[in-house]
């Protein structure tokens, strides 16, 4: 067991690693990385600074150090738009983006686990291929798409609700559905596949053996069963959906870490788009180990194949 | 003679037959959009680029007010609509093909060489791939656009780049089941170089499985481009790009201009569920194992 977890933690290691080396790279690849790393228009005592900080007259591998003694004392630099450090910006808007997160995760788990229930007790009929339809729109309509169409509907014509901004219940119905979206199309393929299994196990066969009612041997044997891949699914979704929340931030205007990442783009605020991709980059990767970890715990089989 | 014609017939006829099931509606459409971008330059009754400013939002030629000079109306520069949507398909058909394309032969040359090496090659490859594939393809799409300036051409890049990863994984694996068979060994036998061996033994038995996952990738890399273009950090605004007259529409949305989402939002959801469903479709036709996805 602590072999496993210490090769685990040091695989996620050589990822953050990895991670950090391919983004410093790709800055160094542009030629002139002061020129991304100070403000457009900078004086010339800025960049000297900056070059400086970032070493970038030395070799590359003191460059690299210098990259990463600052990136492990959180110094991520300053926002140029801001004026204050990117760390500092991306702590303020991450609740925005958890709340997000959370209700269109909601929103995608109603939406896909019922659906993939139904597509599975009936197989092959009606239901199954409404089913399929309704993950295959998911699939190829892009939530940015479904936000604009929301947009139209909801706040346009019917004038239901409000078009952007946040800070009331009614303004998080539409980022949080449009997000959500996509996701359950993901999680009603995974539903159907997963109940699928149960209901043809030993246990569920036996249940009805038993002479139990179908919707106990469903509601009760099969379902919770079933549930058990979709929820660890839907955590490692709910930190994709953070991360991926960047065009439907924008839609929306809501003030999450995709719009933070927009507005380091669109103002070519550059630490700030670095700050955001190794956060999210790194957070990506901790989640993973967690939940690596917890599953080592729970499932001894898991242990023992390594 | 009798002889040589039976099995010359039998290819020809399970040929037929299997063609009888190909998904018509999503290969129409696919078909329809390839020749629309081919011939694009015939087919828009307008310059895509240059609009008359006295002809701003005037709406599809059934609403009143509208003109059957612009069918489809015209937008915020009174540039033709139509005529945009036409050249987008190019801009979307041109990316999503080079940009796949360009990924799968990055990633299955590195999944074939990773596999078949194995040691410390294999190490090296996998844990680029986990690594950039904890990056979520999105946000690091819009780092490498940030960092290197958008252009058609760094689009297609960027996403090679990006999405490169999922073709390595899945080559790599059936590599590792391929070069066990017989028929590698032989070749081993037979002195064949390790080179020689990954090009002319492995790669055409794992061709199939990249041809499967660029179809399916085909509508991501869709979705991605025209997300790119709709933050501004995709195809440079004056070009015809589904995402930048989505991200140009959503201005005149608020006061009823529905046409300007509507229209690229259905180009691009239709072109995205044809390839989907043909994606689909080829995955079960060419690998049955998959069909229990």
């Keep these: 067991m602590r072999h496993y977890i210490a090769k685990r933690v040091g695989y996620s290691v050589l990822s953050l690693l990895l991670l950090s080396l391919t983004i410093f790279l790709f800055i160094r690849l542009t030629g002139d990385p002061a020129s991304l790393l100070t403000e457009p228009g900078a004086s010339a005592a800025d960049v000297a600074a900056i070059q400086h900080k970032f070493g970038l007259d030395r070799p590359v591998w003191v460059q690299y150090g210098l990259f990463m003694f600052n990136l492990l004392r959180g110094d991520l630099g300053d926002s140029f738009y801001y004026q204050t450090p990117v760390l500092e910006l991306y702590q303020s808007r991450l609740p925005h983006s958890l709340l997000l997160g959370v209700v269109a995760m909601g929103f995608s788990l109603v939406l896909g686990i019922p659906t993939g229930i139904l597509a599975a007790i009936r197989v092959g009929r009606f239901w199954d291929s409404a089913g399929k339809l309704f993950a295959l729109l998911g699939l190829s309509l892009p939530s940015f798409l479904v936000g604009l169409l929301l947009i139209l509907f909801f706040s346009v014509y019917l004038e239901w609700l409000p078009s952007s901004g946040s800070g009331t219940f009614w303004h998080l119905l539409m980022p949080a559905f449009a997000l959500g979206w996509y996701f359950a199309a993901a999680h009603m393929r995974l539903t159907r596949s997963s109940m699928l299994e149960v209901l043809g196990s030993e246990y569920v066969k036996l249940a009805r053996l038993k002479g139990l009612p179908e919707a106990l041997v469903i509601g009760k044997h099969a379902f919770k069963n079933a549930l058990i891949p979709v929820l660890t699914l839907a955590g490692i979704n709910l930190i994709q959906m953070i991360n991926v929340a960047v065009v439907v931030e924008t839609v929306f205007a809501w003030p999450g870490i995709g719009r933070l990442l927009y507005e380091g783009v669109t103002f070519r605020d550059f630490p700030v788009v670095q700050g955001v991709v190794i956060l999210g980059g790194s957070m990506i990767v901790v989640v993973n180990l967690l939940i690596d970890i917890v599953y080592a715990l729970v499932d001894p089989r898991i242990r023992l194949e390594q | ?293």
């Design chain 2, 1 to 293: 003679m009798s002889v040589t014609t039976i099995p010359a017939a039998l290819p020809m006829r399970t040929r037929t037959a299997r063609m009888t099931d190909v998904p018509i509606i999503p290969s129409a459409i696919l078909a329809i959009a390839v020749v629309v971008a081919i011939f694009a330059d015939f087919l828009a009754p307008h310059d895509p680029q240059v609009g008359l400013l006295t002809a701003r939002f005037k709406p599809p030629f059934w609403m009143t007010g509208g003109s059957t000079n612009h069918l489809f109306g015209t937008d915020q520069l009174g540039r033709d609509v139509l005529s945009r949507l036409i050249f987008g398909t190019r801009v979307s058909l041109v990316v999503g093909f080079t940009a796949v394309i360009f990924a799968g032969a990055v990633g299955t040359t590195l999944g074939i060489v990773s596999g078949y090496l194995g040691g410390w090659v294999d190490q090296v490859i996998m844990r680029v791939t986990d690594a950039w594939l904890a990056l979520p393809a999105l946000t690091f799409a819009i780092f490498l656009a940030a960092v290197v300036g958008p252009s058609e051409m760094n689009i297609v890049i960027i996403l090679g780049l990006v999405y490169w990863t999922r073709y390595a994984r899945i080559v790599r694996g059936e590599v590792l089941s391929l070069k066990e068979r017989e028929f590698v060994r032989l070749a081993i036998v037979a002195g064949c170089s390790k080179w020689t061996i990954m090009w002319r033994h492995i790669m055409p038995n794992v061709i199939n499985s990249s041809i499967v996952l660029a179809t399916l990738m085909l509508g991501i890399v869709i979705i991605t481009e025209a997300s790119l273009s709709f933050l501004g950090v995709g195809v440079p605004p004056p070009k015809p790009a589904w995402g930048v007259m989505l991200s140009d529409g959503k201005q005149g949305l608020m006061v009823g201009y529905w046409w300007l989402t509507v229209m690229p939002g259905t180009c691009i959801m239709l072109l995205v569920l044809a390839a989907n469903l043909l994606g689909d479709w080829l995955r079960v036709k060419l690998d049955p194992q998959l069909r229990q996805l």
